[in-house]
C-alpha cells in the first residue's frame, strides 16, 4: 500500500481533525442485504453423510456482495486525494470459505478473502458480532477461527478502515462503506455454512513465472547471500491451491489458492471500482465452470506480498524512457516520474488491460490445477486454530533467529521513505525511497515535515533508538487525538486443517520475510505438533491493518517497505516468535486440552461510533429540465451493425449511485432479445468485467447528474439484437429513495471480425476468449 500525497493533507487536516469536538458523519442504515441474511439463515446445514457418503471434512463455499459506494469516496491503497471513485468496472466480492472436522461439529475454520485493501480490525469486530447474533446455530464461528483477509486491491472504496491514518485522505470513515463489507461477509458465511457437505480437500502448487517481480530488490539484496542462493528468484513463484470438492460425486465446489503480487495493475489515475488482478482471476476462474457448478468459488488470497509488484517489465523514467534508479527509485532524484510498467502498459487504459492479463495469469494456473490429477489429498486429519492480541509498543522477547539476542518492538512510527512511495505509486515533494537516519536527503533537511510531524506526535529519544535506523516521519502509535491513528495492537493467528498451517499475517510481509516465517513453523512443526511433512501458507494482509513486515537486514536500507514497517527493525522476529511460542495451541483437542487457556490478550479500540468524517451526504437528485430519471440521452447507432471488440454507449439521467449500493444487484446490463420466447434476457450485469458504470455530477447546486453505460463487446458473443439498461435510485429533498431504470434503444451485433490486429484490446479479449 502506498500513501505518498497523504503529507499534503497533514498540515490542514490534522489540527481540524485534533479540534473536532463532534462527530460530523450523518448515519444512513446499511440494510440493503437484510433480505438475503435473513433467507441464507432460514436453513439448516447438511449433515455430514448423505446417501452413505462419509467425507473427510465438512466443506462449504459461499460468496456475497460487498461493492460499497463506487463515486465521490476516495479509494483505498494509494492515498491519493484526487482519485475519488466515478463508477464501477467490476463488482467486489467476499469470499467465504469453511473446512470443518468430520467428527466434531465445533471444529471449524473460516477463511474469508475480500476484495478489499486489506482485513480491518473493526470490520472483524463487526462481523463476529453479527454471527453471534445470529444464534447458537452460528456459534461455531468466533474471535479464534474467524480470518480476515483482503486481496491487497487499490481500486475498491475507502472510508472503512478502523484508524485515523488510512482515513485522512478519504475525508474521515463512512459507515455505508464500512457496512457494505461487514454485511457482506456474514452473508458469504452464512451461504457458506448453508452449503456444507461432506467433502475432500487436496493441495498443489504451480509456477507462475510470469506475474510478479520484486520491486525493492535493492532491499532484497541485503539478505545473506547464503540465504538468497537458496531460492532461483527474489520473488515467490509458486501459486497454491486448495481445492474443494464434494465426497458425493467428487465435484469441485471451489478453490482457495495463495500467490503474492500487489493488486496495483491499476494505477493511481484509476477511478473505477474493480478488484484488481486478484478480482479478475477469480471472476475468470468461476465464469469458465459456472454452467457446470453455478455455485462455485474462487478465492486468491495474498501471500508474502510486501515488496512484489504486478508491474512486471519494471520501472522506468517516464520522461526519459530510462530505467529508474536501482537504489531509491527515483528519476534524476525525483520519485514522482518513476513508474512501473505493467504487461500491456502501451495502452493508454489507467493499466485495464495489464491487470486483466496479470488476473488472466494467475487464473491460468489455478485452472489447470483444479482440473489436474496430481493434487495430494489431505486425509481426515486434525482442524484447529488459536487467535490472541499482542501489544507490539514495547514487546520483549527472545529472537526466534538467534536465542542469544534479547530483543523489543517499537511503537508504530512510519518513516520518511513510507512517504516516498513505491514504482506502483510513486511518492511526493522531496521525498524518496531509501532514507535512512544516515542520509542527506533533501526531504530530512525540510523543516515543513518537522512541523507536521509535531502536529501528530514528537517521537521520544527511546522511540527514535528503538526505530533507528529509520527517521521517524510520523510517529502514529503514539498520536491518540482524537481517537488511535495506527494500532499497536495486533492479532497473532493460526489456523489448522491437518498438515497445512496458515499463517494469518496483519502485515505485508515481504518475500524473504515470508520464507523465514514460513520456514520456522515447518521446521517446528514435526517436534510440536507430530507433523512429518508440514505445508505453511501465509495470507494477508489479515484482521488488522499492519503495514509491512520487512526483514532486519531490509529494515536497514528504509525503502518503501522498510520505512512501512511499524514496529521496528525486530517486527519479524516478533511475529514469528509469538506464533512459534503458541503453536502447541495448533495440536488435537486431547493435546490443548492440557494446556493453559490462551489469553486473548488487550482489546483493541473499536472507532465505528467514535470515528470523524467530513464526507458530505447525498442531499437530493433532480433530473435536467423536461426530463425524467432514466431518460435516454445517448443510444447507440440503431442503423449500424456493430461486431465483437467494439464498444457500444448509452448515456441517461442519473442519480447518485451513494443512495443505494445495489448489493446483489446491478448498475447496469446489457440485454438480448429472445425471439423464440418473445422476451429480453439479461446477459451481462456490472459484475462483468467488460461491461463499465461511469456516473457524473452535472450540477451540484441543482443535483443532476448523467449515467454511461459501456459495453466492450467481447469476442464470443452471440449476433442478434441487444439493448443497455440503467437501474439507478432517486434521492428526493425529503430523503425518499424511489428506484427507476433507464433503456436504451435496440442495436445490432454481428458476427466477428477478423481485421482487428494486435492491439491491446485484443489481445485482452483473446485471452478471455481462449480462456
Given at each position: 500500500?502506498?500513501?505518498?500525497?497523504?503529507?499534503?493533507?497533514l498540515?490542514?487536516?490534522c489540527?481540524?481533525?485534533?479540534?473536532?469536538s463532534?462527530?460530523?458523519?450523518?448515519?444512513?442504515?446499511?440494510?440493503?442485504?437484510?433480505?438475503?441474511?435473513?433467507a441464507?439463515n432460514?436453513?439448516?446445514?447438511?449433515?455430514?453423510?448423505?446417501?452413505?457418503?462419509?467425507?473427510?471434512?465438512?466443506?462449504?463455499?459461499?460468496?456475497?456482495?460487498?461493492?460499497?459506494?463506487?463515486?465521490e469516496?476516495?479509494?483505498?491503497g494509494?492515498?491519493?486525494?484526487?482519485?475519488?471513485?466515478?463508477?464501477?468496472?467490476?463488482?467486489?466480492?467476499?469470499?467465504?470459505?469453511?473446512?470443518?472436522?468430520?467428527?466434531?461439529?465445533?471444529?471449524?475454520?473460516?477463511?474469508?478473502?475480500?476484495?478489499?485493501q486489506?482485513?480491518?480490525?473493526?470490520?472483524?469486530?463487526?462481523?463476529l458480532?453479527?454471527?453471534?447474533?445470529l444464534?447458537?446455530?452460528?456459534?461455531?464461528?468466533?474471535?479464534?477461527?474467524?480470518?480476515?483477509?483482503?486481496?491487497?486491491?487499490?481500486?475498491?472504496?475507502?472510508?472503512?478502515?478502523?484508524y485515523?491514518?488510512?482515513?485522512?485522505?478519504?475525508k474521515g470513515?463512512?459507515?455505508d462503506?464500512?457496512?457494505?463489507?461487514?454485511?457482506?461477509?456474514?452473508?458469504?458465511?452464512?451461504?457458506?455454512h448453508?452449503?456444507?457437505?461432506?467433502?475432500?480437500?487436496?493441495?498443489g502448487?504451480?509456477?507462475?513465472?510470469?506475474?510478479?517481480?520484486?520491486?525493492?530488490?535493492?532491499?532484497?539484496?541485503r539478505n545473506?547471500?547464503?540465504?538468497?542462493?537458496?531460492?532461483?528468484?527474489?520473488?515467490?513463484?509458486?501459486?497454491t491451491?486448495?481445492?474443494?470438492?464434494?465426497?458425493?460425486?467428487?465435484?469441485?465446489?471451489?478453490?482457495l489458492?495463495?500467490f503474492?503480487?500487489?493488486?496495483?495493475?491499476?494505477?493511481?489515475?484509476?477511478?473505477?471500482?474493480?478488484?484488481?488482478n486478484?478480482?479478475?482471476?477469480?471472476?475468470?476462474?468461476?465464469?469458465?465452470?459456472?454452467?457446470?457448478n453455478?455455485?462455485?468459488?474462487?478465492?486468491?488470497?495474498?501471500?508474502?506480498?510486501?515488496?512484489?509488484?504486478?508491474?512486471?517489465?519494471?520501472?522506468?523514467?517516464?520522461?526519459?524512457?530510462?530505467?529508474?534508479?536501482?537504489?531509491?527509485?527515483?528519476?534524476?532524484?525525483?520519485?514522482?516520474?518513476?513508474?512501473?510498467?505493467?504487461?500491456l502498459?502501451?495502452?493508454?487504459?489507467?493499466?485495464?488491460?495489464?491487470?486483466?492479463?496479470i488476473?488472466?495469469?494467475?487464473?491460468?494456473a489455478?485452472?489447470?490445477?483444479?482440473?489436474?490429477?496430481?493434487?495430494?489429498?489431505?486425509?481426515?486429519?486434525?482442524?484447529s486454530?488459536?487467535?490472541?492480541?499482542?501489544?507490539?509498543?514495547?514487546?520483549?522477547?527472545?529472537?526466534?533467529?538467534?536465542?542469544?539476542?534479547?530483543l523489543?518492538?517499537?511503537?508504530?512510527?512510519?518513516?520518511?521513505?513510507?512517504?516516498?512511495?513505491t514504482?506502483?505509486?510513486?511518492?511526493?515533494?522531496?521525498?524518496?525511497?531509501?532514507t535512512?537516519?544516515?542520509?542527506?536527503?533533501p526531504?530530512?533537511?525540510?523543516?515543513?515535515?518537522?512541523?507536521?510531524?509535531?502536529?501528530?506526535h514528537?517521537?521520544?529519544?527511546?522511540?527514535?533508538?528503538?526505530?533507528?535506523?529509520?527517521?521517524?516521519?510520523l510517529?502514529?502509535?503514539?498520536?491518540?487525538?482524537?481517537y488511535?491513528?495506527?494500532?499497536?495492537?495486533?492479532?497473532?493467528q493460526?489456523?489448522?486443517?491437518?498438515?497445512?498451517?496458515?499463517?494469518?499475517?496483519?502485515?505485508?510481509?515481504?518475500?524473504?520475510?515470508g520464507?523465514?516465517?514460513r520456514?520456522?513453523?515447518?521446521?517446528?512443526?514435526?517436534?510440536?505438533?507430530?507433523?512429518?511433512?508440514?505445508?505453511v501458507?501465509?495470507?494477508?494482509?489479515?484482521?488488522?491493518?499492519?503495514?509491512?513486515?520487512?526483514?532486519?537486514?531490509?529494515?536497514?536500507v528504509?525503502?518503501?517497505?522498510?520505512?512501512?514497517?511499524?514496529?521496528g527493525?525486530?517486527?519479524?522476529?516478533?511475529?514469528?516468535?509469538?506464533?512459534?511460542?503458541?503453536l502447541?495451541?495448533?495440536?488435537?483437542?486431547d493435546e490443548?486440552?492440557?494446556?493453559?487457556?490462551?489469553?486473548?490478550?488487550?482489546?483493541?479500540p473499536?472507532?465505528?461510533n467514535?470515528?470523524?468524517?467530513?464526507i458530505?451526504?447525498?442531499?437530493?437528485?433532480?433530473?435536467?429540465?423536461?426530463k425524467r430519471?432514466?431518460?435516454?440521452?445517448?443510444?447507440?447507432?440503431?442503423?449500424?451493425q456493430?461486431?465483437?471488440?467494439?464498444?457500444?454507449?448509452?448515456?441517461?439521467?442519473?442519480?447518485?449511485p451513494?443512495?443505494?449500493?445495489?448489493?446483489?444487484?446491478?448498475?447496469?446490463?446489457?440485454?438480448?432479445?429472445?425471439?423464440?420466447?418473445?422476451?429480453?434476457?439479461?446477459?451481462?450485469?456490472?459484475?462483468?468485467?467488460?461491461?463499465?458504470y461511469?456516473?457524473?455530477?452535472?450540477s451540484?447546486?441543482?443535483?443532476t447528474?448523467?449515467?454511461?453505460?459501456?459495453?466492450?463487446i467481447?469476442?464470443?458473443?452471440?449476433?442478434?439484437?441487444?439493448?443497455?439498461?440503467?437501474y439507478?435510485?432517486?434521492?428526493?429533498?425529503g430523503?425518499?429513495?424511489?428506484?427507476f431504470?433507464?433503456?436504451s434503444?435496440v442495436?445490432?451485433?454481428?458476427?466477428?471480425?477478423?481485421?482487428?490486429?494486435?492491439?491491446?484490446a485484443?489481445?485482452?479479449?483473446?485471452?478471455?476468449?481462449?480462456?
Amino acid at each position: 500500500m502506498a500513501r505518498k500525497p497523504i503529507l499534503q493533507l497533514l498540515l490542514v487536516l490534522c489540527v481540524t481533525f485534533v479540534a473536532a469536538s463532534s462527530l460530523i458523519w450523518l448515519l444512513f442504515p446499511a440494510n440493503a442485504q437484510d433480505e438475503a441474511l435473513v433467507a441464507a439463515n432460514s436453513g439448516q446445514p447438511r449433515v455430514c453423510q448423505q446417501n452413505g457418503v462419509q467425507g473427510d471434512y465438512f466443506l462449504g463455499v459461499g460468496k456475497a456482495d460487498i461493492t460499497g459506494p463506487v463515486v465521490e469516496i476516495n479509494l483505498m491503497g494509494y492515498a491519493d486525494t484526487a482519485q475519488s471513485g466515478t463508477g464501477l468496472r467490476q463488482r467486489i466480492y467476499s469470499r467465504a470459505f469453511i473446512i470443518g472436522s468430520a467428527s466434531n461439529h465445533s471444529r471449524r475454520i473460516v477463511y474469508l478473502v475480500l476484495d478489499t485493501q486489506s482485513g480491518d480490525t473493526a470490520v472483524r469486530d463487526g462481523i463476529l458480532g453479527k454471527l453471534k447474533g445470529l444464534g447458537p446455530e452460528y456459534a461455531a464461528y468466533n474471535k479464534d477461527n474467524v480470518a480476515v483477509t483482503g486481496t491487497h486491491s487499490h481500486s475498491g472504496p475507502g472510508a472503512w478502515l478502523n484508524y485515523l491514518l488510512p482515513q485522512v485522505t478519504s475525508k474521515g470513515f463512512y459507515k455505508d462503506s464500512y457496512q457494505a463489507i461487514v454485511d457482506g461477509s456474514v452473508l458469504a458465511i452464512q451461504r457458506a455454512h448453508q452449503s456444507l457437505v461432506p467433502g475432500h480437500l487436496s493441495i498443489g502448487e504451480k509456477q507462475v513465472t510470469d506475474a510478479n517481480i520484486n520491486r525493492s530488490p535493492y532491499a532484497y539484496l541485503r539478505n545473506p547471500k547464503k540465504e538468497r542462493d537458496r531460492y532461483a528468484d527474489d520473488v515467490d513463484k509458486n501459486l497454491t491451491i486448495l481445492r474443494f470438492e464434494k465426497a458425493s460425486d467428487g465435484r469441485p465446489i471451489g478453490i482457495l489458492t495463495w500467490f503474492p503480487v500487489h493488486g496495483t495493475s491499476l494505477y493511481q489515475n484509476n477511478t473505477l471500482i474493480t478488484g484488481d488482478n486478484k478480482g479478475v482471476a477469480a471472476y475468470l476462474v468461476e465464469e469458465s465452470v459456472k454452467k457446470e457448478n453455478p455455485g462455485f468459488v474462487a478465492g486468491f488470497s495474498q501471500a508474502n506480498v510486501g515488496d512484489t509488484s504486478p508491474n512486471v517489465l519494471g520501472p522506468f523514467c517516464e520522461d526519459t524512457g530510462l530505467q529508474c534508479s536501482f537504489n531509491d527509485s527515483t528519476c534524476d532524484g525525483q520519485t514522482q516520474p518513476c513508474h512501473g510498467r505493467g504487461p500491456l502498459f502501451r495502452a493508454i487504459d489507467q493499466g485495464t488491460n495489464s491487470c486483466f492479463e496479470i488476473g488472466h495469469r494467475q487464473a491460468t494456473a489455478a485452472k489447470a490445477l483444479l482440473e489436474s490429477d496430481s493434487l495430494e489429498r489431505i486425509p481426515a486429519s486434525t482442524i484447529s486454530y488459536f487467535h490472541t492480541y499482542t501489544n507490539f509498543s514495547s514487546f520483549s522477547f527472545t529472537s526466534p533467529f538467534n536465542q542469544s539476542r534479547q530483543l523489543r518492538t517499537c511503537s508504530a512510527a512510519l518513516g520518511y521513505g513510507f512517504a516516498g512511495g513505491t514504482t506502483d505509486g510513486p511518492g511526493a515533494f522531496d521525498f524518496s525511497q531509501g532514507t535512512n537516519d544516515t542520509d542527506d536527503s533533501p526531504s530530512l533537511k525540510n523543516p515543513l515535515w518537522k512541523l507536521a510531524r509535531g502536529f501528530i506526535h514528537d517521537p521520544t529519544d527511546e522511540q527514535v533508538a528503538c526505530q533507528k535506523p529509520k527517521p521517524i516521519l510520523l510517529d502514529v502509535g503514539e498520536a491518540h487525538r482524537p481517537y488511535a491513528w495506527s494500532p499497536n495492537i495486533v492479532d497473532i493467528q493460526l489456523l489448522r486443517v491437518g498438515p497445512l498451517i496458515m499463517i494469518i499475517s496483519p502485515g505485508e510481509a515481504t518475500t524473504m520475510s515470508g520464507r523465514r516465517w514460513r520456514e520456522a513453523l515447518a521446521a517446528a512443526a514435526p517436534d510440536t505438533l507430530g507433523i512429518s511433512e508440514p505445508k505453511v501458507v501465509l495470507g494477508g494482509p489479515a484482521n488488522t491493518y499492519a503495514h509491512y513486515i520487512a526483514t532486519e537486514e531490509e529494515y536497514g536500507v528504509q525503502r518503501y517497505e522498510g520505512a512501512s514497517t511499524l514496529y521496528g527493525p525486530h517486527t519479524l522476529a516478533a511475529y514469528v516468535n509469538l506464533t512459534l511460542t503458541y503453536l502447541p495451541y495448533l495440536g488435537s483437542e486431547d493435546e490443548t486440552s492440557y494446556l493453559d487457556r490462551l489469553p486473548p490478550g488487550p482489546s483493541p479500540p473499536i472507532n465505528v461510533n467514535t470515528s470523524l468524517s467530513f464526507i458530505n451526504p447525498v442531499i437530493v437528485d433532480n433530473p435536467a429540465l423536461l426530463k425524467r430519471f432514466g431518460d435516454t440521452l445517448e443510444s447507440p447507432d440503431p442503423a449500424k451493425q456493430f461486431t465483437p471488440r467494439a464498444t457500444v454507449t448509452a448515456r441517461f439521467v442519473g442519480a447518485n449511485p451513494r443512495n443505494s449500493f445495489r448489493l446483489e444487484g446491478t448498475f447496469a446490463a446489457v440485454e438480448k432479445f429472445d425471439a423464440k420466447a418473445s422476451q429480453w434476457t439479461e446477459v451481462r450485469s456490472d459484475r462483468d468485467w467488460f461491461l463499465v458504470y461511469h456516473w457524473k455530477r452535472v450540477s451540484t447546486v441543482l443535483g443532476t447528474s448523467e449515467a454511461t453505460v459501456e459495453w466492450e463487446i467481447e469476442p464470443h458473443t452471440d449476433p442478434g439484437m441487444y439493448r443497455l439498461k440503467y437501474y439507478g435510485d432517486a434521492k428526493s429533498l425529503g430523503g425518499t429513495i424511489t428506484p427507476f431504470e433507464g433503456t436504451s434503444g435496440v442495436f445490432n451485433i454481428g458476427a466477428t471480425s477478423d481485421s482487428d490486429g494486435g492491439s491491446a484490446a485484443t489481445l485482452r479479449d483473446e485471452l478471455f476468449r481462449s480462456f
